[in-house]
């Protein structure tokens, strides 16, 4: 049964770029959610996905944008990038049906902007 | 707006030894939940411990368990007989019964020493 999985794993940009990082959900969740980790931190919420809408969004500007496609698989696109959106961005799912159960985690995109 | 606070940035223990790690949340919502995670270093975060907030009885896994004190709004991870492989970021987090609200605090970092 594979887990979350998330690419790409790491990658370097410039200021004023656009990035796209991909996950899939573990087998049997409908619903993913992304956060931003900077170094030393605690994970950020960014936004939820369920249903292919966004459900849910955290305190980050619209150059952070998502999709989820119909086999629950999501995107992460931000656009403009900034020095200080350099940070670990992990993906989660979950089951809608479990209420607040537990989140599955990927193992991270992290992105360095230069 | 659920808050979660963890006021050690840092801990270190002896390996066999018991530790115990703080968390502090605030939230409006009548029921919740709450989490430990654990992120070893490089690897992905993995649920360690979960406790639902209506429930009174403290949860436990194995060598982890949790003192929940609901009035006080404190929720506090003991890890009995540490091992070398305990060592990781641990999270405390909340959230509201919908699965819709997860709030990550800012962190622990634990280092098991031989």
């Known amino acids: 049964d594979a887990g979350v999985t998330q690419s790409p794993t790491h990658l370097i940009k410039t200021r004023g770029q656009q990035v796209t990082l991909r996950c899939s959900p573990k087998?049997?969740?409908?619903?993913v959610s992304w956060y931003q980790q900077a170094l030393g931190q605690g994970p950020q919420f960014i936004f939820q996905?369920?249903?292919?809408?966004?459900?849910q969004r955290g305190n980050f500007p619209d150059r952070f944008s998502g999709h989820q496609f119909p086999n629950y698989s999501s995107e992460l696109n931000v656009n403009a990038l900034l020095l200080g959106d350099s940070a670990l961005y992990l993906c989660?799912?979950?089951?809608?049906?479990?209420?607040?159960?537990?989140?599955?985690f990927g193992e991270g995109s992290r992105l360095t902007v230069l | 707006a659920q808050t979660v606070t963890q006021s050690q940035p840092e801990m270190s223990v002896q390996e066999a030894e018991t530790v115990t790690l703080s968390c502090t949340y605030d939230?409006?919502?009548?029921?919740?939940?709450l989490f430990w995670y654990k992120q070893p270093p490089s690897r992905q975060m993995i649920l360690v411990i979960r406790?639902?907030?209506?429930?009174?009885q403290n949860a436990t896994e194995n060598r982890f368990s949790v003192n929940f004190q609901k009035a006080a709004k404190s929720f506090s991870l003991k890890i009995s007989d540490s091992q070398l492989g305990d060592t990781a970021m641990y999270f405390c987090?909340?959230?509201?019964?919908?699965?819709?609200?997860?709030?990550f605090g800012p962190g622990t970092r634990l280092s098991v020493l031989p």
């Open positions: 406790q639902e907030a209506y429930k009174q």
């Open positions: 996905y369920y249903e292919e809408e966004e459900r």
């Open positions: 939230t409006s919502e009548s029921n919740y939940y």
């Open positions: 989660a799912s979950s089951w809608s049906d479990r209420g607040a159960g537990e989140l599955f």
């Open positions: 087998s049997g969740h409908d619903t």
């Open positions: 987090a909340s959230d509201d019964n919908y699965g819709q609200n997860f709030v």
